[in-house]
């Protein structure tokens, strides 16, 4: 039986699930968005290749035109600017990923909760048809029992011990 009929279902986009990426980019200023960027930008590899260079360029041009000779007081005092900016930008792009990683966790939670929703009544519905069909579900609820139970943990289902080595 096609429930369906002949309609595309998009599973990402279902109504009951938001996106944790759409929450958080909404919740976001324009500040913390370029935040969000310059940090980005600053943790990639060619960044870290591109400040060396510039840095072995500024010292080669430093010594040959004695603009700034050793030990390099102002690329250090340039150097010192740059990373006390980077310093409050980057914190300020590590809290909103800490934001966004909590409202992933909520969704990812009320997700986990809808799906163990369904899968309880959907057990309960296959217990109750087993039961008018005359069928012997005691074991089966008394597994499910022992999982529904939160001071107990299910045990392990009989057979052989796993070797050891």
Known sequence: MNF???????????????NPNDVHAASLSMTERFCQKVGAATGAPLTLVAVI??????IVVGH???????PFVFMLTVSNVVQLIL???????????????QIR????????????????????????????AGV??????KIMDDLASSST?????????????
Do not use: N
């Not at 369906?4 to 938001?18: E, Q």
């Not at 260079?53 to 500024?58: D, G, K, R």
């Open 4 to 18: 369906f009929k002949g309609k595309k279902i998009d599973f990402r986009s279902h109504p009951a699930l938001r």
């Open 53 to 58: 260079i510039f840095q072995l360029i500024w």
């Open 64 to 70: 040959v035109t004695k603009m700034d000779p050793f």
């Open 87 to 101: 310093i409050v930008v980057l914190a300020v792009a590590g809290k909103q990923q800490a934001a966004h990683d």
């Open 105 to 132: 966790a909520e969704e990812d939670h009320a997700a986990l909760s809808r799906v163990l929703y369904h899968a309880e009544a959907q057990e309960q519905l296959m217990l109750k048809l087993a039961e008018k």
């Open 136 to 141: 012997d579900t005691s074991d089966i609820q």
């Open 153 to 165: 943990t299910p045990s392990a289902p009989a057979g052989p011990a796993p070797a050891t080595a």
